[in-house]
């Protein structure tokens, strides 16, 4: 038997092909490894560095809104858009000082404080549904009962008056008329006339004497008449005094209606006028409705629109119940009593009752306390400041 000669090679497992796969598998790894590290501190820099402060300055200037990611807290790497993923951003606007107005006029006009200065609009109250009823004048719940409440309530000033007005005369109120003002220094139409700074509203159906508000308009006040039986829409009849065909009602026509009637006049609420005119305010309110003024006035209350009038004048027909009041007699005589006690309630205090001897005394179809069939009322609101 041979035996061999040579020294026997040592076995390791690793060949020559072997050993170079191995280097070149730790140098990828490395690598890699580099270039995540450099990735990840590149991001970092680009992040949290100095570059978005002159971003943000530049837009605080020019008040144009920046665009900045908003990473998730307490996850590393959250402002790196992941893959497949789109990269949600949050609007944040930079301005400083006031606004800038586009018309030149109406920063003008703020500047100086004129009339027609643009008014910030009040926050719009929650609507109500229905008006608060007054318990009965009596157990019995009879019309004799409820007339004679509400009757001594629109006959019995609540407030003194010392100066009353309405352009036709100054020799006393018996020669006033129907309408009229109060022009006493502790409310504030006084101090409104006198700085002409005054808006009134009448509303109207079919008015041919405009006495009060011709008056109003030459004291420097800004007047608007609402009838719809005006054949133009919109008319200035003196140089503070408009005409607008316009009927002002309690409900907001339904479409057909409202296409019907586009030709001759259009009817909104009062609240809607106020907002298509810009105006926040009414120092005196007077409607002349023609028994329509019960459900005029409970939608005022319904809509919070009463703190934004000084003075209501009211005429109120007693003759019969009015439009869409229903219920027995008893029961609308509350009605009427409880929309009053809701004037009550927004500040509203009587100073002037008037009723016309010519006029017939019915009271619901009857004859009841020898009552007249129609009334005018004005009402100031204690709480209008000047």
């Not at 060949?15 to 730790?26: A, F, I, Q, S, T």
């Not at 409820?146 to 006959?155: D, M, Q």
């Not at 036709?168 to 006033?176: Q, V």
């Amino acid at each position: 038997m041979l035996k061999p000669t040579g020294p026997v090679p040592l076995r390791t497992g690793w060949g020559p092909e072997r050993l170079h796969g191995g280097l070149v598998l730790r140098a990828c790894l490395l690598l890699t490894a580099f270039s995540v590290c450099a990735h990840v501190y590149l991001e970092r820099a680009r992040g949290g560095g100095a570059s978005p402060a002159p971003l943000a300055a530049s837009a605080a200037r020019s008040g144009r809104p920046t665009l900045a990611s908003h990473p998730v807290e307490g996850r590393p790497g959250a402002g790196t858009p992941r893959p497949g993923r789109a990269l949600r951003r949050r609007v944040s606007y930079v301005r400083d000082g006031a606004p800038k107005m586009k018309d030149p006029s109406l920063s003008r006009m703020m500047e100086e404080g004129g009339e027609g200065r643009p008014q910030r609009r009040p926050h719009k109250k929650a609507l109500r549904w229905r008006i608060e009823l007054e318990p009965w004048a009596s157990e019995h719940q009879s019309l004799e009962d409820e007339a004679g409440r509400f009757l001594h309530y629109i006959t019995t000033p609540q407030v003194s008056c010392g100066s009353l007005a309405n352009g036709k005369a100054d020799e006393g109120e018996g020669s006033l008329g129907a309408w009229a003002v109060c022009l006493d220094q502790s409310y504030s139409l006084w101090h409104k006339v006198h700085s002409k700074h005054c808006r009134i509203y009448s509303l109207g159906l079919g008015m041919e004497e405009r006495a009060l508000e011709g008056f109003l308009a030459q004291a420097g006040c800004e007047v608007h008449c609402f009838d719809p039986s005006l054949k133009q829409p919109h008319r200035q009849q003196q140089p503070r005094l408009w005409l607008h065909r316009l009927s002002v009602d309690w409900r907001e026509p339904p479409p057909a209606a409202r296409a019907q009637r586009h030709q001759h006049a259009s009817t909104k609420k009062l609240a809607a006028v106020l907002n298509d005119f810009g105006h926040r305010e009414v120092d005196v309110l007077k409607a002349d409705m023609e028994s329509a003024e019960w459900k005029i006035l409970e939608n005022l209350v319904l809509e919070g629109v009463l703190d934004q009038v000084g003075q209501l004048l009211l005429e109120v027909h007693l003759h019969w119940a009015g439009f869409e009041v229903g219920g027995h007699d008893p029961a609308v005589v509350r009605y009427w009593f409880s929309l009053l006690q809701e004037l009550h309630r927004a500040s509203f205090r009587l100073f002037r009752c008037h009723s016309d001897p010519a006029k017939p005394h019915v009271f619901l179809h009857k004859n009841v306390l020898n009552a007249s069939s129609t009334y005018t009322l004005g009402f100031v609101n204690t709480q209008w400041k000047p």
